[in-house]
């Protein structure tokens, strides 16, 4: 959620690290701080507003050695005292100003008994976050040398944390450490580098060591020290990363979330480019081992990425005919459940980093589900280092906070998988994979026709701008596509949003239905079609306006309390992704009119890494 940037060098490293902190905007966050070792002092600047507040009140700040950090409220309110970097300059009686200085990622469980502990030692509190027990806890245990202090300060430790802290005596060295919150280091040449995500570290370095759940790492000018959570010096390999300074440039575009919205037949055919055949290998070769035996398939997923998953569900039921549970990731593991050694677990994510679904993962494993598979955005996640099958999207780096290509790609990999199964279980012929394979194929030419619709989209907002209130509405497999079209317009618009299954209206949502609330509606040509005509009519007859997103033979008509928005063809059991382009571009447009901060909503963080 949060963002942190560490770094030292023999040069002045403020930049950096705002610069830093500029590319992990898209993660979200309302405060902003940095603390540097100038001259001897920690030296801090904080703001409540944006990273280029702070680039200003950081201008005449120079040091070599230093910390950044972008914060997401979790405790205590958005304000300056609460902004990282938080400092301690040991017990108040002795306190010589600060001499630890930390930023962090997580939540730590049991702050309370450790503040309350190290109020009676002496040590005085000046915000309400859980943060700032973790300076004050390692200046407890600091006798000249922060690499030991910091492992006996996170032993204590309950919770998810990664962070980055240096001390006022020991300039060019700064120490991070995480379990449940991710955090990289960089490798340069007499400089090194601490970040959460390598992203910020593009122009620095590409040479990224992933750290492990547990470790702690000993950064300096020349070399990194790495210890496991036993303590014991460990490697972990560096890696090569494709820097993606491009994906921070808007371009022609407004925003991140329009930019990347165009960029989903791109992302599509890049996500499509090595599959050649469809073919139990496409998923490593354990899958390919396994696929055959699996009875069903439970799949693991937050948000949006939910969604795409209660997609799959139709389809890896329909196609593959194996039974399908899509459950809520931060509810599966505080229930209990049945497990079966013959369940496939999909986890789908994103960053890859979520907390949520990581945490589902392994309670699955721990019940003994050991077949295990990632849908996943980024290759060196610790999701998809920690399951034995994978699969990557490219959908490449995405700066909305909303996710658009994302969603589509996520989709994508569980179409390919859904009919991987079914022709790993005899379900389809290689002829019928074939078709399949060729019908994702022409996916990036249909979304560019759907996007060609922008003009009419636009026309159809403008009627959304002093809504408070929308439903939306789908049958079947279009259901999900719905529920995230309802996701998105209040996640941007901050319009109130709530999607139903079409036959659910007469069920209790029908009582909400009045002119002031506009109906969503997503009508493919397929078998529920007259259904859900049906269900226009219940809507109209309470004088309900209708905005449809229909096939182009669906016959229906745009007329009174009726507007139309054709889509180009009907695509079968793909119809949900180009269903789903006209829906992200009603609320960006929406969200645009309403003047709403549209790549930073209000509130919400790009990667979820606290639970």
Not at 89 to 111: M, Q, S, T, Y
Not at 185 to 190: M, R
Not at 309 to 335: D, F, G, K, N
Not at 518 to 544: C, F, H, I, W, Y
């Amino acid at each position: 959620m949060c963002g942190i940037v560490g770094a030292v060098a023999q040069r002045n490293i403020v930049p950096l690290l705002i610069e830093g902190l500029r590319r992990l905007e898209y993660r979200g966050y309302d405060s902003c701080g940095v603390a540097i070792h100038a001259d001897g002092e920690v030296v801090r600047a904080r703001s409540v507003a944006r990273v280029a507040e702070l680039q200003e009140q950081a201008a005449t700040l120079a040091g070599f050695t230093g910390i950044a950090h972008t914060r997401w409220a979790t405790h205590g309110a958005p304000s300056t005292a609460n902004a990282h970097p938080h400092v301690s300059g040991g017990p108040v009686k002795v306190a010589r100003g600060a001499r630890i200085a930390l930023v962090h990622n997580g939540i730590i469980e049991n702050h309370e008994a450790l503040r309350a502990r190290l109020q009676a030692a002496g040590y005085a509190f000046e915000s309400q976050t859980d943060t700032e027990v973790l300076p004050h806890l390692i200046d407890s245990h600091y006798n000249g040398d922060l690499f030991e202090a910091v492992q006996a300060a996170v032993r204590e430790l309950q919770g998810a944390y990664a962070i980055a802290v240096f001390a006022r005596d020991e300039p060019h060295r700064v120490v991070g450490a995480r379990a449940g919150s991710p955090l990289v280091v960089g490798l340069g040449t007499n400089e090194n580098f601490l970040a959460s995500d390598a992203m910020a570290l593009v122009g620095a370095t590409d040479r990224i060591v992933y750290l492990e759940e547990g470790d702690v790492a000993d950064v300096q000018l020349g070399r990194v020290w790495i210890v496991d959570r036993a303590g014991r010096r460990v490697e972990r390999p560096a890696r090569t990363v494709a820097a993606h300074a491009q994906a921070v440039d808007l371009g022609p575009y407004r925003h991140f979330m329009q930019k990347e919205i165009f960029e989903q037949p791109r992302a599509i055919a890049d996500t499509l480019e090595s599959v050649g055949t469809i073919d139990p290998w496409l998923f490593g070769d354990a899958a390919a081992q396994w696929l055959p035996q699996i009875d069903r398939v439970l799949i693991l997923a937050c948000g949006t990425s939910y969604y795409a998953s209660l997609v799959a569900r139709y389809w890896i039921e329909s196609i593959a005919q194996v039974p399908t549970a899509v459950e809520i990731a931060s509810e599966y593991r505080y229930r209990r459940s049945v497990a079966d050694a013959n369940t496939l677990v999909v986890v789908v994510s994103q960053s890859g980093e979520t907390a949520d679904t990581l945490a589902a993962l392994k309670h699955a494993q721990s019940l003994g589900m050991q077949r295990t598979l990632a849908v996943c955005n980024v290759a060196t996640s610790a999701m998809v280092r920690e399951t034995a099958a994978q699969f990557i999207t490219h959908a490449g780096p995405e700066i909305g906070v909303a996710s658009t290509k994302a969603f589509t790609t996520q989709l994508v990999a569980l179409y390919l998988l859904a009919n991987t199964l079914a022709l790993a279980r005899g379900q389809i012929g290689d002829s019928q994979a074939a078709t399949a394979l060729t019908a994702l194929r022409h996916l990036p030419a249909a979304v560019q026709k759907v996007l060609a619709l922008e003009p009419q989209i636009i026309a159809l907002a403008e009627q959304f701008v002093d809504k408070e209130h929308a439903l939306f509405l789908g049958r079947g497999l279009h259901y999900p596509i719905a529920l995230e079209g309802a996701l998105k317009l209040k996640e941007i618009s901050y319009i109130h949003a709530e999607a139903y299954p079409a036959g659910e209206l007469k069920h209790g949502p029908l009582a909400l239905v009045t002119a002031a609330m506009p109906v969503v509606t997503v009508a493919p040509n397929d078998a529920l079609l007259e259904k859900l005509k049906s269900n226009m009519q219940e809507v109209r007859a309470r004088g309900g306006e209708i905005f449809v997103f229909a096939d182009a033979d669906t016959r229906i008509a745009s007329g009174e309390g009726v507007q139309v928005v054709r889509l180009p063809e009907h695509y079968g059991d793909l119809s949900p992704i180009l269903h789903v382009v006209p829906l992200q571009l009603l609320a960006y447009h929406t969200a645009v009119a309403r003047g709403t901060d549209v790549d930073k909503p209000r509130n919400l963080a790009k990667s979820v890494t606290v639970e």
